[in-house]
């Protein structure tokens, strides 16, 4: 039996950036990376401004934005076509990867607030620190670039790689 | 884990897996998934992956690992080369 060629009817739009598995890895750690190396070397510019204040100040301004620009990549990607396509756009494996992805976001996100929690409620108990607005905003922009980024950052990390 | 035999039909029909893929509405990777054993289909899809080989579910997937093809055609094995008298 031999079928006429057909297109699949699962394939993501054109519209979709079609980044390959490495680059799609790199943009992630990319992503990822850069916003949280810029969100702890904010911590830095809170001491007095000295010398090497200016360059501090440049290089947590490009850290982050190269992060928000890799989310946004990313967040524009085939991958996150998979991680966020309803079901009757992706087949069942896809649909399995994708809810097994989302909850390995959910449970990494719920660790690192967890987490985050913890070490305030130390660092406020034993040298009565309490972060302040700006670290908190500064935080909460981390989570949310985190959290869009996360389900197809796992799902680029998932990928076999195989184009069938 | 349920072992098939779709990558044997696949072929046998003459199909690539984009083909295959297409004919029962999943992406081409779900088939090399499947056909590797990654991946253990709906019965759904099991059914439809039958009827698009025109052969029972039963004859394309099984519980049991299938026997080789050689021992299922009855041919005798084969003499390792060397061994010839």
């Not at chain 1, 607030?113 to 009565?128: M, N, P, R, W």
């Not at chain 2, 025109?54 to 060397?82: C, H, K, M, R």
């Amino acid at each position: 039996m031999n079928a006429a060629a057909p297109t699949p009817s699962k394939a993501p739009s054109k519209a979709y950036l079609h980044f390959s598995r490495t680059t799609a890895r790199a943009l992630s750690v990319g992503a990822l990376g850069s916003l949280c190396l810029s969100f702890a070397l904010k911590f830095l510019l809170a001491d007095e401004p000295g010398p090497q204040h200016a360059v501090l100040q440049l290089t947590v301004g490009v850290l982050g934005l190269a992060g928000m620009v890799a989310s946004v990549l990313l967040f524009l990607s085939t991958y996150s076509f998979r991680a966020n396509a309803p079901d009757a756009q992706i087949d069942e494996r896809e649909v399995l990867e994708r809810n097994r992805a989302y909850f390995r976001a959910y449970q990494t996100l719920v660790f690192v607030l967890l987490l985050s929690y913890i070490v305030t409620e130390i660092l406020e108990k034993a040298f009565g620190w309490i972060p302040t607005r700006g670290i908190v905003a500064n935080f909460l922009t981390l989570l949310i670039f985190a959290a869009l980024t996360l389900p197809a950052a796992i799902l680029a990390w998932w990928d076999a790689g195989e184009e069938g | 884990m349920i072992s098939n035999r779709i990558q044997i039909f696949r072929t046998d029909r003459g199909l690539s897996r984009k083909e295959l893929a297409a004919l029962v509405d999943v992406n081409p990777q779900t088939i090399g998934f499947l056909e590797r054993g990654g991946y253990t289909p709906s019965v759904e899809l099991a059914l439809q992956l039958a009827r698009v080989f025109g052969v029972s579910v039963e004859a394309v997937f099984s519980l049991e690992p299938f026997p080789p093809l050689a021992a299922q055609i009855g041919a005798p094995p084969t003499t390792p080369i060397g061994d010839t008298p």
